[in-house]
C-alpha cells in the first residue's frame, strides 16, 4: 500500500495536537498499529497532553521520545508492524526529518506531522516549509487571536524577553492575528 504524508499546522494554542489526536483515534478504532514520536526537546509540551488524551485507548500505540537533532533515530524503532507514524512538535527536528519522512511514506506508513508553521518572530519554523511541500494533505487550523478575539492567530507572539528561537512553555506565548501582532510588538 502506498504512503501517505498528512501535515496539521498552525500556530500556538490552534489545536494542532487534538487534532492529531483525533487521526490517532481513528487509526486506532481501525486497528491499525500507531507510533507517536515527539523532540525530547519538548517533552514538556503537547506530546505528553498526546499522551495523556490517548491513554486507554485499545489498539497498538507506542510513544517515543526522540533527540531532536537526531530524526533519524526514529526509524530502528519503526518495525514493519507500525502502519501510522504520528510525529508531534516536529518545527522542533532538524532537517533530517524531511528524509524520513519521505522514507517513510516510500515504505507505505500513513505519516501524520504536526508543528507549528511560523516562529515568535514569524518566519518559517524548522523544516515545516519543506514536510508542507511533501505532504499529500495539509490541515492549517487557527487558535482566535487574544487580541481583539475576533480574527484567527496566525502568530504565537511571545510575553517574555528571551530571544533564542526555541524557549518552550505555553505559558510564555499568546496568539495573535496580524494587526494585533503589529500593535503589539
Ligand atoms: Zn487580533
Aim: glycine residues 8%; negative net charge; hydrophobic residues 45%.
Amino acid at each position: 500500500m502506498a504512503g501517505y504524508i498528512q501535515v496539521i499546522t498552525g500556530s500556538m494554542f490552534s489545536g494542532k495536537s487534538q487534532e492529531l489526536s483525533r487521526l490517532i483515534e481513528r487509526a486506532l478504532i481501525a486497528q491499525l498499529s500507531v507510533a507517536v514520536f515527539y523532540p525530547r526537546l519538548a517533552s514538556r509540551g503537547s506530546a505528553r497532553d498526546i499522551e495523556k488524551r490517548l491513554q486507554g485507548l485499545n489498539g497498538t500505540l507506542q510513544i517515543f521520545g526522540v533527540p531532536a537533532e537526531n530524526a533519524q533515530s526514529m526509524l530502528a524503532m519503526i518495525t514493519s508492524a507500525i502502519d501510522v507514524v504520528a510525529i508531534d512538535e516536529a518545527q522542533f527536528f532538524t532537517q533530517e526529518l524531511v528524509a524520513v519522512v519521505k522514507r517513510l511514506r516510500h515504505d507505505g506508513k500513513r505519516v501524520f506531522v504536526a508543528g507549528l508553521d511560523l516562529d515568535y518572530q514569524e518566519n518559517p519554523f524548522g523544516c515545516m516549509g519543506d514536510l508542507m511541500c511533501l505532504a499529500d494533505n495539509i490541515v492549517k487550523v487557527h487558535a482566535v487571536c487574544t487580541g481583539c478575539r475576533t480574527a484567527d492567530a496566525v502568530i504565537s507572539f511571545r510575553l517574555t524577553h528571551e530571544s533564542d528561537r526555541v524557549v518552550v512553555g505555553e505559558n510564555h506565548y499568546t496568539a495573535l492575528c496580524v494587526s494585533c501582532y503589529d500593535h503589539a510588538r
